[in-house]
């Protein structure tokens, strides 16, 4: 058996399924798990909107770019924000660490998937609409990814057989 990647980095839209896998996957390779989103709220003290609301969307892109760039695991799934691929020297560092996977999903799946969107804390620029942010993203995921997984329409445990097959069996 070929073992895991030193990090796995799950990437990927609001919705795609990047901390319910990457749980399930830490979990399944005995690693640990790391939700980026999380520790921004831990070491800020507040939650991810509310931020957003009373901070903007530039300063909570800061704000992630330092977590990130402080982070130096080992072992460990690594679960982003949907917008860590707008800072290109977060993308850069979480590259060094180990395998960058995006987790792919469909505007339409996106949309499905994501019921609470003004308290989710979904980075938006202001006046941006949900499509424009897909499109404006699905280049730097594509950019930045070492793999792609496709996730629309895939139940979370297909999504993690996958990650499965293509990291810890020959060929």
């Given at each position: 058996?070929?073992?895991?990647?030193?990090?796995?980095?799950?990437?990927?839209?609001?919705g795609a399924g990047k901390s319910?896998?990457?749980?399930?996957?830490?979990?399944?390779?005995?690693?640990?798990?790391?939700?980026?989103?999380?520790?921004?709220?831990?070491?800020?003290?507040?939650?991810?909107?509310?931020?957003?609301?009373?901070?903007?969307?530039?300063?909570?892109?800061?704000m992630e770019e330092e977590t990130?760039?402080?982070?130096?695991?080992?072992?460990?799934?690594?679960?982003?924000?949907?917008?860590?691929?707008?800072?290109?020297?977060?993308?850069?560092?979480?590259?060094?660490?180990?395998?960058?996977?995006?987790?792919?999903?469909?505007?339409?799946?996106?949309?499905?998937?994501?019921?609470?969107?003004?308290?989710?804390?979904?980075?938006?620029?202001?006046?941006?609409?949900?499509?424009?942010?897909?499109?404006?993203?699905?280049?730097?995921?594509?950019?930045?990814?070492?793999?792609?997984?496709?996730?629309?329409?895939?139940?979370?445990?297909?999504?993690?057989?996958?990650?499965?097959?293509?990291?810890?069996?020959?060929?």
């Amino acid at each position: 058996m070929i073992h895991p990647p030193d990090n796995i980095i799950l990437i990927g839209m609001p919705g795609a399924g990047k901390s319910t896998v990457g749980v399930i996957l830490a979990k399944t390779l005995g690693m640990q798990f790391i939700d980026t989103d999380i520790l921004i709220q831990q070491q800020s003290g507040r939650m991810l909107q509310e931020i957003l609301d009373h901070d903007g969307p530039d300063a909570f892109r800061r704000m992630e770019e330092e977590t990130i760039l402080s982070l130096h695991p080992s072992n460990s799934v690594i679960a982003t924000g949907g917008s860590v691929v707008r800072s290109r020297a977060a993308m850069e560092h979480l590259r060094s660490l180990g395998v960058v996977l995006y987790l792919e999903i469909s505007f339409e799946e996106m949309e499905r998937r994501i019921k609470n969107i003004t308290t989710r804390g979904i980075v938006l620029l202001p006046g941006q609409s949900l499509r424009a942010m897909y499109l404006q993203r699905v280049p730097l995921y594509e950019e930045y990814a070492d793999d792609i997984i496709p996730c629309s329409g895939e139940d979370l445990e297909s999504v993690v057989s996958q990650i499965l097959i293509r990291y810890t069996h020959p060929g």
